[in-house]
T-cell receptor
């Protein structure tokens, strides 16, 4: 089945140690998103790619970066994780079109910072 | 900007009870509206959607109607099951390629 796959499902990192989360998709969608979801809160959009065009949300901290080397893969880099960055990170995709018709989500990576 | 306000939870129901989760929106233009469901430890799954006024989205016994006059998109199910226990998010399109989510409503169904 075509899908969005996030690895790993659970990631533990040390305070201040760079960490990378990965996302791959077999849907061939043009748009890929990274969301941060803290406990009992709505997902918060960090940034998205339309093909190779990167679009950062105005309130996304500089500590968060992203790379999209090709259509299928997208990475979230946290340069110096703090305790406040512990959250579920969700990758999503959306097909090309005039409006987002729906977003397809991966299962998420739960990040713990120790 | 476009945003949604969602009924606060948690909501606890018995099996076969009727479920309603209220969602109202503020938007410019004509956004598409969605309900997503998140089961414990999982990502979000699209439950249903409506792309224009008076559209009714439906799936797995859940329904929601896009009401422009009341700016609402309430989720309903006539008879819930234990397997419906999850967090439900109302969402709408924001700009061309973005979604805005409500805060989520936790639903627990007891046998």
């Amino acid at each position: 089945d075509a899908m969005v796959i996030q690895n790993p499902r659970y990631q533990v990192t040390q305070f201040g140690k760079p960490v990378t989360l990965s996302c791959s998709q077999t849907l061939n969608h043009n748009v890929m998103y990274w969301y941060q979801q803290k406990s009992s809160q709505a997902p918060k959009l960090l940034f998205h790619y339309y093909d190779k065009d990167f679009n950062n949300e105005a309130d996304t901290p500089d500590n968060f970066q992203s790379r999209r080397p090709n259509t299928s893969f997208c990475f979230l880099d946290i340069r110096s994780p703090g305790l406040g960055d512990a959250a579920m990170y969700l990758c999503a995709t959306s097909p090309k079109g005039g409006l987002v018709t729906e977003a397809f989500f991966g299962q998420g990576t739960r990040l713990t910072v120790v | 900007g476009n945003s949604v306000t969602q009924m606060e939870g948690p909501v606890t129901l018995s099996e076969e009870a009727f479920l309603t989760i209220n969602c109202t929106y503020t938007a410019t233009g004509y956004p598409s509206l969605f309900w997503y469901v998140q089961y414990p430890g999982e990502g979000l799954q699209l439950l249903l959607k409506a792309t224009k006024a008076d559209d009714k989205g439906s799936n797995k016994g859940f329904e929601a109607t896009y009401r422009k006059e009341t700016t609402s998109f309430h989720l309903e199910k006539g008879s819930v099951q234990v397997s419906d226990s999850a967090v439900y998010f109302c969402a709408l399109t924001r700009g061309v390629y973005k979604l805005s989510f409500g805060a989520g409503t936790t639903v627990t169904v007891r046998a």
